[in-house]
């Protein structure tokens, strides 16, 4: 079992940064990989970047150059740097885990999840 829980979200104008962090706990030693997701109300939920256990990355087409995902794995936390924010990066973002390779994919639903940190861009 694994928990998350997910932090620095806020409001920035467009063309801002924000650092997303989330916080691991449990036997987190085994997860395959993990990874940030978004939401907008009404939307399906989308895969943002993924980080497996070998340090390889994933991202999205409409994330790459401005996002960064990276671990810190001493002190089990998560990150994801965002720069060049642009309105239509406005949704509440999710961080996830799984213990399947198989599962390490973009479009894959993981298997735990942390409840969710806002993310407002404004024009």
């Known amino acids: 079992q694994v928990q998350l829980v997910e932090s620095g979200g806020g409001s920035v104008q467009a063309g801002g940064s924000l650092r997303l962090s989330c916080a691991a706990f449990?036997?987190?030693?085994?997860?395959?990989?993990m990874g940030w997701f978004r939401q907008v109300p009404g939307k399906e939920r989308e895969g943002v970047a993924i980080?497996?256990?070998?340090?390889?990355?994933i991202y999205a087409d409409s994330v790459k150059g401005r996002f960064t995902i990276s671990q810190d794995n001493a002190k089990y936390t998560l990150y994801l740097q965002m720069n060049s924010l642009k309105p239509e990066d406005t949704a509440m973002y999710y961080c996830?885990?799984?213990?399947?390779?198989?599962?390490?994919?973009?479009?894959?639903?993981?298997?735990?999840w942390g409840k969710g940190t806002l993310v407002t861009i404004s024009s």
């Open positions: 996830a885990a799984d213990y399947k390779p198989d599962s390490c994919r973009l479009s894959h639903y993981m298997d735990y």
């Open positions: 449990g036997y987190i030693y085994s997860v395959a990989c």
């Open positions: 980080i497996n256990n070998d340090g390889s990355t």
